[in-house]
């Protein structure tokens, strides 16, 4: 019997339903790539709006512009952007108490044990100051500087405008060929044998038919989840955050190299720092606040002139438990939902379009690559979600009924495991293929709140004065290099400013 997301014919013609962020990372691979020898049509609609709300970005970006050769002043430029360092937490671990979570490395390692070991070793015979001292991309954010260092010696990614970055791609993409149709999709045909998708067919009565078929239609879902009827995991019982209101205003200070995440009695509130103006926002919980106060709070907790009225978004945090399920593959939010609490949205896409990618089905589609990228997209998905719930579990706050609800309640197994691996000895291990690595652990759960309860054998074979100096020497080499990078703002008003015009606020 064959198998129903066997599809023997070749693929040739690939239909992308929806724009925005998703929609054009897609294109842009996709034509980069294949534009020679496939037809890529990208269909979207003037009059359907989309989230473009991802503003923040990880260092994984970087290495999909350098796969597109995509060039960074050009793009920095074209999408007002700004560099970012890490994240900011504050009164995450305790009202009034704040941390970073940067993109760097902290200290140096031994083979045996990582340098946590040899800074907690240091902490308990006061030789040591805070482990953050110890990074150059934390300490670099903290006093808002920033500049290249050769041989790539500063983990950075960008703050960008998300509407801009769809049109720069657009622009990249109809460059290599990807044709933009203008439309509503009406209706989706499907095979009534096997189930695949055929065509999608407009309001104008144009029909689209496809091989392949890329669903980016946000969290509609149109090609996976209602045509389809893909399994949604929903994750609200860890992620209890089911909303965001967000608002732009203008810049009324010299942007920070990094993201805001600061936390309300009932959610956190982000702030982005763009060439031309700020994004903010607020995510929340609709079962512990109402809309209104949360707006409220939000807009007393923001500066500059407002540039548009806030708007109310919904989202269930969870995935498809197929992503890939017959000829469609869902991207971006057609996928699942993870808060942007550690800007992990664009990245998911980008993870998404490249393992598209190295398993193009251009001889057709069979059953055992379809499983094979589903279950890398799951592991994936699974770390990342795992990092996110990090956040609000461990948490020394009992202030309010959201946070008492947050530290006491049971997560998945695998993160409870690094809980109390990390307390009780120290350690972390990243699983393979992890996004997040070792530091980036570190850093949350000690910024969090835990303290290890011992340390590597390794760190003892240091006496005080050999540990005091291998200390000093990565803190003192961490401030040299920060002394000499210009402030965060000159270095991008020389390096990639806007025009000027693109600054003037929306009438």
């Known amino acids: 019997m064959r198998d129903e997301n066997t599809q023997r014919r070749p693929v040739r013609r690939i239909v992308i339903a929806g724009g925005g962020t998703a929609g054009w990372m897609a294109a842009a691979a996709l034509s980069r790539t294949l534009g020679k020898t496939h037809d890529i049509k990208l269909v979207e609609s003037d009059e359907i709006g989309t989230v473009g709300v991802g503003e923040a970005t990880i260092p994984t970006l970087l290495n999909f512009h350098h796969l597109l050769e995509i060039n960074e002043q050009e793009f920095m430029a074209a999408t007002k952007a700004t560099f970012k360092l ?18 760097g490395l902290t200290g140096t390692d031994h083979w045996t044990a990582g340098f946590q070991h040899f800074w907690h070793k240091g902490r308990e015979r006061k030789l040591a100051s805070d482990y953050g001292d110890y990074c150059l991309e934390l300490k670099a954010a903290q006093l808002n500087r920033f500049g290249h260092l050769p041989r790539q010696g500063i983990n950075y990614a960008y703050h960008l405008d998300a509407s801009a970055y769809a049109r720069f ?5 109809e460059g290599y060929g990807a044709q933009r149709i203008e ?21 104008s009565g144009a029909l689209l038919e496809g091989d392949l078929f890329i669903d980016c239609t946000g969290f509609r879902a149109l090609l996976i989840g209602e045509t389809l009827g893909e399994e949604f995991e ?16 203008s810049s009324t200070s010299p942007a920070v190299p990094y993201t805001r995440s600061i936390a ?27 809309d209104d106060t949360a707006r409220t ?36 939010l057609a996928s699942g939902f993870l808060e942007p609490i550690e800007s992990t949205s664009i990245h998911l896409i980008q993870r998404g379009i490249i393992r598209l990618m190295q398993m193009f089905p251009s001889a057709g589609i069979f059953q055992s690559e379809v499983d094979e990228y589903n279950r890398q997209a ?55 293929n992890e ?33 005091s100096d291998f200390l000093d020497s990565i803190r003192n080499n961490v401030a040299r290099t920060v002394a000499q990078l210009p402030p965060h703002q000159q270095y991008v008003e020389n390096y990639c400013a806007a025009y000027k015009e693109e600054y003037l606020a929306p009438k």
């Open 86 to 103: 890490g994240i900011g937490f504050e009164n995450w671990r305790n009202v009034n108490e704040d941390y970073i979570h940067s993109f």
């Open 435 to 467: 996004l997040f690595a070792e530091n980036s652990w570190i850093q949350v759960m000690l910024g969090q709140g835990i303290t290890p309860l011992q340390h590597h054998p390794s760190a003892d074979l240091m006496g005080d004065a050999e540990l």
């Open 297 to 332: 709070t939000l807009m007393n907790n923001i500066s500059g002139e407002q540039l548009v009225q806030p708007r109310v978004i919904r989202f269930k945090p969870g995935q498809r438990r197929k992503v890939w399920n017959k000829n469609c593959i869902a991207i971006g």
């Open 264 to 290: 309300h009695d009932w959610g956190w509130q982000w702030r982005i720092p763009l060439q031309h103006r700020v994004g903010n926002g607020m995510v929340f919980s609709s079962k512990f606040v109402d």
């Open 183 to 203: 439309g509503k999709i009406a209706k989706v045909h499907t095979d009534a044998a096997s189930g695949h998708i055929t065509a999608l067919q407009l309001d």
């Open 378 to 432: 799951w592991a994936e998905i699974e770390h990342i979600r795992d990092f996110i719930i990090l956040h609000y579990k461990v948490t020394n706050r009992r202030d309010t009924p959201f946070w008492r609800h947050c530290a006491e309640m049971e997560v998945p197994a695998s993160l409870q495991h690094r809980i109390d691996l990390f307390r009780e000895t120290g350690r972390v291990f990243r699983v393979s």
């Open 234 to 249: 929903d994750w609200s019982q860890w992620l209890h955050n089911d909303s965001a209101i967000a608002v732009q205003t």
């Open 169 to 173: 791609l657009r622009k990249y993409s």
